[in-house]
Nanobody, 124 residues
Framework: QVQLVESGGGLVQAGGSLRLSCAAS????????MAWFRQAPGKERDFVAT????????ILADSVKGRFTISRDNAKNTVYLQMNSLKPEDTAVYYC?????????????????WGQGTQVTVSS
């Protein structure tokens, strides 16, 4: 069983930056692919970014390419989402997810564990 705890959300003006963190329990963190998804009110949960296990390969959604970066520190059991040049349309609850395989996926139902979510609000 893996427990995920997100932090770092908040209120920021458009053009600003935030860094989300997701701390995972367990001893085999490097064997899990990790991802961030987001969900705005009344909308479906959307893929944001994913990173593979030990190799650290990444995929970003087109809407965040050039602005967001996903990274991981396997020694700290933590995955990060650095968000720059934030826009009001980035406003959502951001969820961290873990998949019990090192191979990443952009599909939410392929993830086995989820955090509780952290709110990101970008004001115009």
């Amino acid at each position: 069983q893996v427990q995920l705890v997100e932090s770092g959300g908040g209120l920021v003006q458009a053009g600003g930056s935030l860094r989300l963190s997701c701390a995972a329990s367990g001893r085999t963190f490097s064997s899990y692919a990790m991802a961030w998804f987001r969900q705005a009110p009344g909308k479906e949960r959307d893929f944001v970014a994913t990173i593979s296990g030990s190799s650290g390969n990444t995929i970003l959604a087109d809407s965040v390419k050039g602005r967001f970066t996903i990274s991981r520190d396997n020694a700290k059991n933590t995955v990060y989402l650095q968000m720059n040049s934030l826009k009001p349309e980035d406003t959502a609850v951001y969820y961290c997810a873990a998949r019990a395989t090192p191979y990443y996926s952009t599909t939410y139902y392929r993830y086995d564990y989820w955090g509780q979510g952290t709110q990101v609000t970008v004001s115009s």
